[in-house]
T-cell receptor, first 114, second 112 residues
């Protein structure tokens, strides 16, 4: 069974640009969450999608947005990039919808903003 | 406001001995707790979880203990192996959904 796949693995962007990251969850998983990891803030929750609807949202500015497609694949978008957006962006998928369960992570996308 | 705390930035253990990683939380609404292992430039790998209705869960060499009154959980690895060397994250969530709150992580070094 294939794991969570994130593309691209590495990305370099310039301040002010926008970026789109992609995540394909484990087959059959309908919940997709996004996290940002930085040295200063650690792992922080961005948002969670289930059945194409945002179910939870973390404390990030509106420049960070996401969506989920009918096949459960998800994308996150960051507009007007800032230097501080440089981070490892992680996607996680899980199977259950009505109770907590473990989330399985992809390898992440390393975004560098210059 | 750090709701999940891992107060030990690092831990060094001899191969074959027990590794004990600790985690404290402040939010009494957390009802599900997980441990992840992470290597640099990779995503976290799920290790073991525990629901708040339990106080212990075992999976092979890994055991997680939950003390709700103390708002404390710990991960025991027995016996420790050099391949266990990694960063270990404690995470917690509340109710419905998968919004995980992570601790800062503990670097475990297992010496052979």
């Amino acid at each position: 069974k294939a794991g969570v796949t994130q593309t691209p693995r590495y990305l370099i962007k310039t301040r002010g640009q926008q970026v789109t990251l992609s995540c394909s969850p484990i087959s059959g998983h309908r919940s997709v969450s996004w996290y940002q990891q930085t040295p200063g803030q650690g792992l922080q929750f961005l948002f969670e999608y289930f059945s194409e609807t945002q179910r939870n949202k973390g404390n990030f500015p509106g420049r960070f947005s996401g969506r989920q497609f009918s096949n459960s694949r998800s994308e996150m978008n960051v507009s007007t990039l800032e230097l501080g957006d440089s981070a490892l962006y992680l996607c996680a998928s899980s199977s259950r919808t009505d109770m907590n369960t473990e989330a399985f992570f992809g390898q992440g996308t390393r975004l560098t903003v210059v | 406001d750090q709701q999940v705390k891992q107060n030990s930035p690092s831990l060094s253990v001899q191969e074959g001995r027990i590794s004990i990683l600790n985690c404290d939380y402040t939010n009494s609404m957390f009802d599900y707790f997980l441990w992840y292992k992470k290597y640099p430039a990779e995503g976290p790998t799920f290790l073991i979880s525990i629901s708040s209705i339990k106080d212990k869960n075992e999976d092979g060499r890994f055991t997680v203990f939950l003390n709700k009154s103390a708002k404390h959980l710990s991960l025991h690895i027995v016996p420790s192996q050099p391949g266990d060397s990694a960063v270990y994250f404690c995470a917690a969530s509340v109710g419905y959904g998968n919004k995980l709150v992570f601790g800062a992580g503990t670097i475990l070094r297992v010496k052979s």
